[in-house]
């Protein structure tokens, strides 16, 4: 298959990514190397990038140009941003990287922002939004409109950036504190009232906010610990962790779980920004993004345009289905007909189409964990399920879909360590959206595909499940006896099935 080798040069870190990919198809990130260059080390002070960290970042770029060769990856494309874009001795550093056989390709704070919109509109079910963007040397805030860049620029608040030029106390003091915050209101002032008139979601990307992020999630033991992409960061536990980090040295951050150490000396800056941002736009959290500039590089390079996912929740599972392994035409045949079955049993349920997307979803991953080994499958798909980058959902629907898989076979339905996520009644739609998987799933058994379709018969007390075939099936209907009780957990009546021969 394709790779393609994406490097981002930052302000603080290089890090290269390489995707596998078929065009239009599917993508899978296969391997990934970050070094800590701290590009941006002197330009809060004279503008200049300085001879050392020339040098950690031609240190860098090797390693990634030494990898590429000895892989065999030939699309390899080197993204310079603030550091670059902003250091009056960049040509410098450009030239000796040309000698090594190098070239980047320096971004404007624009570009930047168009491949950060991108990423958004690749990775969230959101038509608008604020995306902001915060690196080491700047900050890009762009506006997303219907899918689209509307505007954007970068701003001098990169968290390397800021700790030179305010943060000079460890821990900060007060003053300083102050200092940053009216920098950064002298810098965001007209953009952030735009934004606070409106509803627009708020969208943060980069390192520092995934940290901040990841902080919070492991203190609270976050159900799906793995899961930082669709992650909405509450403002009171971003202004918790800030108070936190403001009293401490950097040496007791570095040790804190989920901070990166090269990341431990500026991450208050960071949050310094986020924190005023929401309390300025008076909004309760932010959505994290796990995807950045690489991924929006990404899919400008390997989508057709105008570089969209047109139906992210259908190609999120489909993308991790072609992953994994696949059942064949059973997939299809389970698919058909608990989602039959589901329609049919409408009036006793009351959900909708929301709810039966998740129940399709759960169809066509049911046995991805084959992939891992056929004994425990359910469970292996369940795990897989709930770390995949399941983009288009909901953590909620994420865990709903996991449990799904989890359960498709057999074991009483439970939301586990998931019930922090969902919803009061959301148990209950768990067992019937499970009890519609494991008929279907035994309907088709022998992966033979004799059963047509499904009708549905209900009274007080009863339903009656007319199966349609065109030959007998008397096996089916034999393995669908131990699914009767689950039926009556989830609908409350007793559950009857009655074949029904057809012909042409």
């Not at 076979?409 to 019937?432: I, N, Q, S, T, W």
């Not at 595909?449 to 007319?466: A, D, H, N, P």
Request: hydrophobic share 40%.
């Amino acid at each position: 298959m394709p790779r393609l080798g994406i490097v981002d040069l930052g302000s603080n870190t290089a890090r290269l990514v390489v995707y596998s990919h078929e065009p239009g198809k599917w993508f899978r990130l296969t391997h990934q190397i970050r070094e800590p260059v701290r590009l941006g080390e002197g330009l809060g002070r004279d503008g200049n990038i300085t001879r050392s960290a020339m040098r950690r970042a031609e240190l860098a770029l090797t390693l990634f140009s030494e990898y590429a060769s000895s892989t065999g990856l030939t699309d390899l494309e080197i993204l310079g941003t603030s550091a670059l874009r902003d250091a009056a001795n960049r040509e410098e550093l450009l030239e000796s990287l040309r000698a090594l056989g190098l070239e980047v390709s320096v971004l404007s704070g624009e570009q930047e922002a168009r491949l950060g919109v991108l990423a958004v509109a690749n990775g969230f079910e959101l038509s608008d939004a604020c995306v902001i963007d915060l690196g080491g040397g700047s900050a890009q805030v762009s506006f997303m409109r219907d899918r689209d860049f509307g505007s954007g620029r970068a701003y001098p608040l990169g968290a390397v950036r800021l700790t030179e030029r305010y943060l000079h106390s460890d821990p900060p003091k007060e003053k300083e504190v102050e200092a940053l915050e009216k920098a950064v209101a002298n810098e965001l002032g007209d953009v952030v009232e735009e934004v606070a008139e409106g509803s627009l979601p708020l969208v943060a990307m980069g390192g520092t906010i995934r940290d901040l992020a990841r902080v919070v999630q492991r203190r609270s033991r976050y159900p799906l610990m793995d899961r930082i992409h669709g992650y909405f960061l509450e403002l009171e536990a971003l202004e918790e962790l800030t108070a936190r980090l403001l009293g401490i040295k950097t040496k007791k951050r570095a040790r804190i779980s989920g901070i990166n150490t090269d990341r431990a000396d500026v991450i208050v800056a960071g949050a310094l920004v986020y924190r005023w941002l929401l309390r300025r736009t008076g909004r309760k959290g932010l959505w994290i993004s796990g995807h950045g500039l690489r991924e929006g590089a990404f899919f400008e390079r390997s989508l057709p345009a105008p570089q969209l996912i047109w139906d992210l929740r259908s190609f999120s599972v489909q993308n991790l289905l072609r992953q994994y392994a696949r059942s064949g035409g059973h997939v299809d045949q389970v698919r058909h007909l608990a989602g039959q079955l589901f329609a049919e049993l409408q009036p006793l349920h009351g959900y909708g189409a929301q709810e039966a997307d998740l129940l399709d979803a759960g169809a066509q991953l049911q046995d991805i964990g084959l992939a891992v080994n056929y004994y425990r499958h359910d469970r292996h798909g369940g795990y897989l399920v709930a770390a995949a980058p399941l983009n288009g959902f909901s953590h909620r629907e994420q865990a709903l879909v996991s449990l799904l898989v989890r359960y498709h076979l057999k074991g009483r339905p439970r939301l586990g360590g998931y019930r922090r996520l969902c919803r009061a009644d959301d148990e209950r739609l768990l067992v019937a959206l499970v009890a519609c998987l494991r008929i279907a799933e035994h309907l088709d058994r022998s992966r033979s595909r004799k059963v047509e379709g499904l009708r549905v018969k209900t009274t007080s007390k009863k339903v009656t499940v007319e199966v349609l075939s065109r030959v007998e099936l008397e096996t089916e209907l034999w393995e669908l006896e131990r699914h009767r009780d689950i039926f009556r957990s989830a609908f409350g009546r007793k559950l009857q099935f009655e074949p029904v021969l057809i012909s042409d």
